[in-house]
């Protein structure tokens, strides 16, 4: 099992920056690949950005490609999500979620554990 904890969130002007934490416990942190992913009002959850075991390897969705970073540190058991230049449409639940596989996956199912979120509100 691991237990998953996002922090960070809030209300942010557009063209501001925000940056999520997530603190996991439990089983080896660095045992997992990591994703964030989001959820706006109406929508499905979509994959955001994710990470490799050892943090060498990450993936974006387009839609954040050079706004978004992620980041993680296995000593502190944390996984990062630094936002800048956010857009409105950025706002929804932001989540990080655990996945056993060596390769980066974007589909919220083959995720294994999640966290329960936090609100990313991005105002105009």
């Known amino acids: 099992q691991v237990q998953l904890v996002e922090s960070g969130g809030g209300l942010v002007q557009a063209g501001g920056s925000v940056r999520l934490s997530c603190a996991a416990s439990?089983?080896?942190?660095?045992?997992?690949?990591m994703g964030w992913f989001r959820r706006a009002p109406g929508k499905e959850r979509e994959f955001v950005a994710g990470?490799?075991?050892?943090?060498?390897?990450?993936r974006y969705a387009d839609s954040v490609k050079g706004r978004f970073t992620i980041s993680r540190d296995n000593a502190k058991n944390s996984l990062y999500l630094q936002m800048n230049s956010l857009k409105p449409e950025d706002t929804a639940v932001y989540y990080c979620?655990?996945?056993?596989?060596?390769?980066?996956?974007?589909?919220?199912?083959?995720?294994?554990?999640w966290g329960q979120g936090t609100q990313v509100t991005v105002s105009s």
């Open positions: 979620a655990a996945d056993h596989e060596i390769v980066i996956r974007t589909i919220p199912d083959d995720y294994e554990y």
């Open positions: 439990g089983r080896t942190f660095s045992s997992y690949g």
């Open positions: 990470i490799s075991w050892g943090g060498s390897s990450t």
